[in-house]
């Protein structure tokens, strides 16, 4: 089935230094979304990707779009502790009539003071 | 943005008993519900998915009768875990998402219900 993997599992930074956590899929995507979930608590939408190639900006973080529309990535600028936290990416799949969103696993960010 | 509550935050029970959580968009009408089950430090994996006045439909691998969900309202769904089990254990997550509005396929999520089946 279709699946949407995530790199890397687990990125350490220290604080002011750039993080990137990259999205793939098996196929392409309508639209990537990407989420972010705070320790214990729960995922908040950040951003929806629907054009090829297409890049948003965020104040210090930057998404983008592949051409194929099957990869995307997140750029965070200069971190900081309030980044701290599991960014997800997921994209939607059209399956017995129904669209859902399948989510990577994820990309736990820690900042070092 | 969009307001979904999720009740109760936090539920201990006993082997055997079964457990009601409840999902609610405050502020916008949810046409389709999804609940998603997350692990500690792992993703989120749909469970299933209900669109309003109908039977939810369940990924593979999640028995029906033992999570039972309806979604009697365009604003509220229910997800009932019966005979619960310690390996039932886990940290539930209800999303609505709009039918007009926002970008389709746009989901709001509930802040998760954590259960703790003793």
């Known amino acids: 089935g279709q699946q949407v993997m995530q790199i890397p599992q687990y990125q350490h930074v220290q604080e002011g230094e750039d993080f990137t956590t990259y999205c793939n899929s098996s196929?392409?995507?309508?639209?990537i979304q990407w989420y972010k979930q705070r320790p214990g608590g729960h995922p908040v939408f950040l951003i929806q990707l629907v054009k090829s190639g297409e890049v948003k900006k965020q104040k210090r973080l930057t998404f983008q779009f592949g051409e194929a529309k099957k990869n995307s990535s997140l750029h965070i600028t200069a971190t900081q502790t309030t980044d701290v936290g599991t960014y997800f990416c997921?994209?939607?799949?059209?399956?017995?009539?129904?669209?859902?969103?399948?989510f990577g696993k994820g990309t736990r960010l820690h900042i070092l003071p | 943005g969009a307001v979904v509550s999720q009740h109760p935050s936090r539920v201990i029970c006993k082997s055997g008993t079964s457990v009601k959580i409840e999902c609610r968009s405050l502020?916008?009408?949810?046409?389709?519900m999804f609940w998603y089950r997350q692990f500690p430090k792992q993703s989120l994996m749909l469970m299933a998915t209900?669109?309003?006045?109908?039977?939810?439909?369940?990924e593979q691998g999640v028995e029906k009768d033992k999570f039972l969900i309806n979604h009697a309202s365009l604003t509220l769904s229910t997800l009932t875990v019966t005979s619960a089990h310690p390996e039932d254990s886990s940290f539930y997550i209800c999303s609505g998402r709009r039918g007009s509005g926002a970008p389709r396929d746009t989901q709001y999520f509930g802040p998760g219900t954590r259960l703790t089946v003793l």
């Open positions: 502020d916008f009408q949810a046409t389709t």
């Open positions: 209900s669109n309003e006045g109908s039977k939810a439909t369940y």
């Open positions: 196929t392409t995507l309508s639209n």
């Open positions: 997921a994209g939607p799949v059209f399956m017995n009539r129904d669209d859902k969103i399948i």
